[in-house]
């Protein structure tokens, strides 16, 4: 039973455009949902994270939306780069003492 | 990488020989996660450690087995190498205290079962 479902596998998107990633969750005493980005022949990195008692979180062109009763939450890259091209991960936990659960993962290629 | 490293960082090995993979942290934190990432599966959780000598079972951890000593190590081993055991292996440590869960992940060990 996959836990969090990521959606879409793979994504293209015009430089400067905003890309868009979606994950649903199921269950509901996740509190902690962060995104990992990773570059080919990397390790996953720490992009950003949000818990549940806010809707939205920015962090320059990184942007979380959370929908607690929909029980899902959006990556959004505003300004995409080809720099930005990367596979990109969401996660979920229960108050930290718990491993993280993630998604598929999903391949961004920001095109010139 | 977080004072995270893994070793080695590649290996080739031969079906049914043992192979052990070593996580070393330098930041002294208390738990520590084994991964694998394959194609279409995303990072599936083997084995974590959540104090020395204080280990458990993740969702895929048939075939393999941990151990920590110290706090700063923990190792991965698969008993019996298998072909369905190639994959990218990683590590991650993370310290949940005081509201922050973040998890910091290693360079990687890519592993290949002939």
């Known amino acids: 039973q996959q836990q969090v479902k990521q959606s879409p596998q793979s994504l293209i998107v015009q430089k400067g455009g905003i890309s868009i990633i979606n994950c649903a969750y199921e269950?509901?005493?996740?509190?902690?949902f962060p995104w990992y980005q990773q570059f080919p022949g990397k390790g996953p990195a720490l992009l950003i994270a949000i818990r549940p008692d806010v809707s939205e979180k920015k962090e320059g062109r990184f942007t979380i939306s959370f929908n607690k009763s929909a029980k899902q939450f959006s990556l959004h890259i505003m300004d995409s780069q080809p720099g930005d091209s990367a596979t990109y991960f969401c996660a979920a936990s229960i108050r930290g003492n718990t491993p993280l659960v993630f998604g598929k993962g999903t391949r961004l290629s920001v095109i010139a | 990488d977080a004072g995270i490293t893994q070793s080695p960082r590649h290996k080739v090995t031969e079906t049914g020989t043992p192979v052990t993979l070593r996580c070393h942290q330098t930041?002294?934190?208390?738990?520590m996660y084994w991964y694998r990432q394959d194609p279409g599966h995303g990072l599936r959780l083997i084995h974590y450690?959540?104090?020395?000598?204080?280990?458990d079972k993740g969702e895929v951890s048939d075939g393999y087995s941990v151990s920590r000593s110290k706090t700063e190590d923990f190792l991965l081993t698969l008993e019996s190498a298998t072909s369905s055991q190639t994959s990218v292996y990683f590590c991650?440590?993370?310290?949940?205290?005081?509201?922050?869960?973040?998890?910091?992940f290693g360079p990687g060990t890519r592993l290949t079962v002939t």
């Open positions: 450690s959540y104090g020395v000598k204080d280990t």
């Open positions: 269950n509901t005493a996740f509190d902690y």
């Open positions: 930041e002294n934190h208390r738990y």
């Open positions: 991650a440590i993370s310290s949940p205290s005081g509201g922050r869960y973040e998890q910091y």
